[in-house]
């Protein structure tokens, strides 16, 4: 966890830390980024960092942790919690997504960079962090969606959560980086096309987790 030290910081300088260790550690990744760089960057001694934070994987795991907030609020901007139905919250959010993620390239390298680290410790301090912010945003909709009876019968809560990371978490790289998804080649396609395909794969979930619809009765009628 940051220090006192650390909060006791102006708004701007805190900004200009962090957007230096954003911009290091998603090029070079954890393992790799240099505090040295860091510093330089945010125009502050190096050992500054180690009055605001425990060691170079606090520092990492907090930097991690702002960008989530910041993804987050983007992520949910005009969805209801409280009163919107499940999969239409859901679109709303994967537009909200890929829109986030195609205009801030800095935390979209630092996302991906996060999700590839090699460091065993760093990135499962960072995978429990993110995992407990999509756990903590989804399970209302989810529940929510569930006592008012949107899925289909025997469905359960924790896969409808678990299916909606897998695809979030797919859409933040695989329109953005090449090979990430060999099947669908998001990176060569136009924004309004990957929406599309984001969309579709909306759908999905709900053919596979949505209450059925009931059949449209054919008409009896005859037409001379």
């Known amino acids: 966890m940051p220090t006192e030290t650390w909060w006791n910081l102006s708004p701007e300088k805190r900004e200009r830390v962090t957007r230096a260790a954003m911009v290091e550690f998603g090029k070079?990744?954890?393992?790799?980024?240099?505090?040295?760089?860091?510093?330089r960057e945010a125009?502050?001694?190096?050992?500054?960092?180690?009055?605001?934070?425990?060691?170079?994987?606090?520092?990492?795991?907090?930097i991690c942790e702002a960008g989530i907030q910041t993804i987050r609020d983007a992520a949910l901007r005009g969805v209801d919690v409280d009163n919107d139905e499940f999969f239409a919250a859901l679109r709303k959010i994967t537009r909200n997504w890929l829109k986030f993620f195609s205009t801030h390239p800095v935390e979209r390298a630092m996302a991906y960079a996060a999700g590839n680290e090699v460091d065993e410790e760093a990135?499962?301090?960072?995978?429990?962090?993110?995992?407990?912010?999509?756990?903590?945003e989804l399970t209302p909709l989810v529940k929510g969606a569930d006592a008012r009876g949107e899925f289909g019968e025997g469905v359960k809560s924790d896969q409808v959560i678990s299916m909606v990371v897998l695809v979030l978490r797919h859409l933040d790289k695989a329109p953005f980086y090449p090979h990430v998804d060999p099947v669908?080649?998001?990176?060569?396609?136009?924004?309004?096309?990957?929406?599309r395909i984001a969309l579709e794969l909306v759908d999905a979930l709900e053919r596979a987790y949505g209450r059925p619809r009931p059949a449209r009765r054919r008409s009896t009628k005859t037409h001379p």
């Open 43 to 62: 125009d502050i001694a190096k050992g500054s960092l180690f009055q605001y934070f425990d060691d170079k994987l606090d520092m990492f795991t907090a």
């Open 184 to 195: 669908l080649d998001l990176p060569r396609k136009r924004p309004a096309e990957v929406e």
């Open 123 to 136: 990135a499962a301090a960072v995978r429990q962090v993110t995992s407990a912010h999509f756990v903590s």
């Open 28 to 39: 070079r990744g954890f393992s790799a980024g240099s505090l040295n760089v860091i510093a």
